[in-house]
């Protein structure tokens, strides 16, 4: 079940002293589920399916559906596995039956020695000066979706998880193609959600293992937007790489930078599978986190005025809104909204070897699973965890948080190699749109976070814009 949020914030005892927001989370389970409410949960919702226990100890062991899983939440347990021991742990075939069909065998999917070569390679791309040459036409992207809202009008009512959507794939349109899109921009933001809608419920046939040739319902209602996926893509590579080969001038953005890649100890360059299937996986999955990320960021400070009234001080009053320096509490605001939320529930990894973490045996073979989800409300790691209090991240207040405590964007060899980017661009868009507008939750509406491999709110979020 899904808890609603409370009338009025409950009073809690925080960093600051002050009130706080207990948005809504499914109710942990009392015990763990049998087989039938497993299957149902993981197609309908997984966040369902966890129990309180998960979220009080720092690791549990045991057999279910899935063979033998060890749920760890404890940091230096996490460290070993993430970092100590990353070799021994590789993706599991579960995420690569869900994921793979779409991204191909870009760096999300790729594995061993192709998956180090495409990151060696794509590490310049993502340089702290590269990314931050991405600012202004973040920034550009922001100033357009104000003016949007603007013209629509005070007291209208928009999907914002939509509108987030629409910001973000601009965003990619003046960073990876700045030539432009062939095609309706909507028309690939709406091809994007019905993917993720149609991948996103784990089939009891991936569960179970059976082979990639018998159908899933989800590949199938995913087919429509993975071809259109495909054909967006391969319009771009095509004139970009024909530009390229005339001699032409091409800009300077992640395509072409792409295109021009080669790892930097052999001097090989990325095949055209592997650009085309990391534009696809920047476009569904990079794009598709921030999104989330933002619209949750505004769902929470609707519910929060103290902390709303608080950002659009910091925003006012700051010079210039690229400059993240400028915008501590911006980015606490997104950083909070990311632990409760988390853009990826959770990750999980197959044990090459033998191996043990803590007290416990890890055979070759079995799963391990780390929950961003569980791990970010953790009894033992966060005080008042299910609270909305973006205070804890301020820069005066982070370092007590432990590294491996706080993960949306995983760890290791294999973090997200856009962190940087998405976190830039969260901001700059969190930041203009505080400062032009207030967004309410439409009134009566509940908020439902879904599982649908990122965490979005199930059934769109409806707001009310109030020009400032």
Not at 26 to 34: G, M, T, Y
């Amino acid at each position: 079940m899904i808890t609603e949020p409370p009338l009025a914030p409950p009073v809690s005892p925080t960093l600051s002293g002050r009130p706080l927001f207990r948005p809504p989370a499914p109710v942990p389970l009392r015990r763990p589920p049998d087989l039938f409410a497993f299957l149902k949960g993981a197609r309908t919702n997984p966040l369902t399916t966890w129990t309180a226990e998960h979220f009080e100890a720092p690791i549990l062991a045991g057999e279910g559906v899935l063979g033998r899983v060890t749920v760890i939440s404890d940091p230096a347990a996490i460290r070993h596995v993430l970092v100590d021991r990353a070799a021994n742990y590789r993706k599991d075939d579960l995420q690569r039956r869900v994921l793979a069909p779409g991204l191909g065998n870009g760096l999300l999917t790729a594995e061993g020695d192709e998956w180090r070569r495409q990151r060696r390679a794509m590490a310049s791309l993502f340089t702290p000066r590269t990314v931050t040459g991405f600012a202004r036409p973040m920034a550009d992207a922001a100033d357009r979706i104000v003016r949007r809202l603007r013209r629509r009008g005070d007291g209208r009512r928009v999907d914002a998880a939509l509108e987030m959507t629409r910001v973000t794939l601009d965003v990619l349109e003046r960073t990876i193609f700045t030539e432009g899109l062939k095609r309706d921009p909507d028309a690939l933001s709406q091809a994007i959600t019905r993917y993720f809608e149609a991948i996103g419920p784990i089939d009891p046939l991936d569960v179970f293992g059976m082979p990639d040739w018998l159908p899933r319902i989800g590949r199938l209602r995913a087919r429509p937007a993975l071809r259109f996926f495909e054909e967006v893509v391969g319009e771009l590579f095509d004139a970009r790489k024909a530009l390229l080969a005339r001699g032409g001038e091409a800009p300077r953005d992640l395509l072409t930078l792409l295109l021009q890649a080669s790892d930097p100890e052999t001097g090989d360059r990325l095949s055209d599978l592997e650009v085309k299937a990391n534009v696809v996986t920047f476009i569904g999955a990079g794009h598709e986190t921030t999104a989330n990320a933002l619209s949750w960021s505004l769902y929470l400070l609707s519910q929060a005025p103290d902390i709303r009234e608080r950002l659009e001080r910091e925003v006012d009053e700051a010079a210039d809104l690229t400059d993240m320096s400028a915008l501590p509490l911006t980015r606490a605001v997104i950083d909070e909204a990311m632990r409760l939320y988390p853009p990826v529930p959770f990750l999980s990894r197959a044990a090459i070897e033998d191996d043990r973490v803590a007290d416990y045996r890890i055979p070759k073979g079995s799963l391990v699973m780390i929950a961003p989800y569980v791990l970010h409300r953790h009894r033992r790691l966060w005080s008042e965890p299910d609270h909305f209090d973006p205070d804890r991240f301020l820069p005066e207040n982070r370092g007590a948080i432990d590294r491996f405590a706080y993960l949306p964007f995983g760890a290791g060899p294999r973090v997200c190699i856009g962190a940087a980017f998405s976190l830039q661009e969260a901001v700059i868009v969190l930041a203009t749109l505080a400062r032009a507008t207030r967004l309410d939750l439409e009134p009566g509406h509940v908020v439902t976070p879904v599982h649908r491999v990122t965490l979005r709110p199930g059934g769109g979020l409806p707001m009310r814009v109030r020009l400032r």
